[in-house]
């Protein structure tokens, strides 16, 4: 197979990319930091091929897929692994460049790629789109706000892939994990402030991007005939929320 995952440059992406590579199949890596996708790339040698990309813009997109050598453009597999979350301010409080760049990678970049690949998959009559959503896209949260409302999008966008990719051979699936540990999301979403992201792993035993990346190769190694619409994980010791009820 060969799997265009975005994203690759940490986290589960990278993960992703090494369970992939190493059970024989080819994958290109698409991340901004050119550096660390050329590490991983000589990490996994012919099976890697990096490709520098924001998805945030169409035009790097269309530059990325135009670049794809001849030999990588049959995609079977799109990973739709970029993203981010920033901030855990309430929705009152949270500057709006904030939500605009969740908005901007969650959404719209993920629509954009997908839009890119697709075609083809459609006239090949095979392929799969694996979306990275999230618990918070389904159970809200304080400080979730529109983190939690572009994974939601992402649910909803797999869902309506579905319906339209119906008696084409092309599946699609949303992956939504709960916490999970050893990435750079909580960096990110603290923004550089490592202890604050520590934090939100301490005393548990987070799900890990092993973890992810297994359940990403169990769907695509499925037969052909079987689509997982949505799957959840959570680590054990994650469960819900109870409602906040402000009493006077
Ligand atoms: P990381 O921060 O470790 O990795 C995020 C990846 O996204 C990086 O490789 C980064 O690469 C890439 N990325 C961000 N913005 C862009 C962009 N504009 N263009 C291209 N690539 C971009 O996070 P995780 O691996 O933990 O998360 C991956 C996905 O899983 C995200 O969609 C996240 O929302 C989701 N998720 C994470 C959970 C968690 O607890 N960790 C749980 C549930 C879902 P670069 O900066 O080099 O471009
Ligand atoms: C990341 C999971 O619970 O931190 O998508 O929002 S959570």
Redesign the pocket.
């Known amino acids: 197979m060969i799997v265009f995952i975005?994203?690759?440059?940490?986290?589960?992406?990278a993960a992703i990319a090494r369970t992939f590579a190493g059970n024989g199949h080819r994958v290109i890596l698409?991340?901004?930091?050119e550096d660390?996708i050329a590490r991983l790339a000589s990490e996994l040698g012919e099976a890697a091929l990096p490709l520098t990309?924001?998805?945030?813009s169409r035009a790097s997109i269309d530059a990325a897929m135009a670049a794809l050598p001849a030999h990588w453009r049959d995609i079977d597999v799109l990973i739709n692994?970029?993203?981010?979350?920033l901030n855990t301010l309430p929705a009152h409080e949270v500057p709006l460049d904030d939500w605009d760049t969740m908005i901007a990678?969650?959404c719209q970049?993920l629509v954009s790629m997908t839009r890119a690949v697709l075609p083809a998959m459609v006239a090949r009559g095979s392929g799969l789109v694996i979306n990275?959503g999230?618990v918070a896209g389904r159970y809200p949260y304080p400080g979730g706000n529109v983190y939690g409302a572009t994974k939601a999008f992402v649910e909803q966008f797999t869902l309506n892939l579905r319906a339209d990719l119906v008696g084409t051979g092309v599946r699609a699936t949303n992956l939504a994990?709960?916490?999970?540990g050893g990435?750079?999301?909580s960096n990110?979403r603290f923004k550089g402030d490592d202890a604050a992201a520590a934090k939100v792993y301490e005393g548990t035993t987070p799900l890990s991007?092993e973890d992810i990346a297994n359940t990403a190769y169990w769907i695509a190694t499925l037969p052909p005939h079987v689509n997982v619409n949505h799957i959840e994980l959570m680590p054990t010791c994650q469960g819900f929320s109870p409602f906040t009820i402000k009493r006077s």
Do not use: I, K, M, Y
């Open positions: 975005t994203g690759a440059s940490a986290g589960f992406g698409a991340a901004r930091r660390r990309l924001d998805v945030t692994n970029a993203g981010l979350a990678t969650n970049g990275l999230s994990p709960g916490l999970c990435t750079e999301f990110v991007a």
